[in-house]
């Protein structure tokens, strides 16, 4: 004798079998405190503290330090800020281009130190710079990198008495960047 499940029973069945095979490698990939953004391919640990805001003044994602005194005329913040290029354009290329208009468009806009460093096993390159917004002096350190025709910059800023404070915290973001 031959015993044949109900054809809404297969299905269920067949569909549980398949969610069972699917989920846990898609929720192993989920790593608690990690920001991810799957559209834009990127995905970051920020303070378990700082405030996140998405797609704010055309950053993909920027995290905030909520922690202010008043004496601190900006608070700490990281945002990564993707642009896509027409076509692909190298590292030292696109680095290049983003001072250019960094000296165009920011006030007082100096570099202050560059190098190069690997982040998630790509070449990036990296600035500190100071500028002036209004009367306040701030201080940045940006990290630039590319993956074909996506550049990402993540760029990590604080006024230039609480920068020095705030390294350690920006390189520990810096390092958990992940391009997914």
Known sequence: MRYT???SCG???C???VAAMILPSSCAKKEKGRYYNR???FSVVFPATWEIREGYMGTAVIAINPEHSDSDAIRENVNVYIEEQGKSLRLDEYYALSLENMRKYLNDFTVRKEGRSSIDGHDARWFICTHTQGRVTLRVISYLLIKEHRAYVITCSASDAAFKPSMATFDS???SFRLE
């Open 15 to 17: 569909a549980i079998l």
């Open 173 to 175: 973001i810096a390092r």
């Open 39 to 41: 559209a834009k391919g």
């Open 11 to 13: 299905k269920l069945l």
């Open 5 to 7: 499940l109900p054809s």
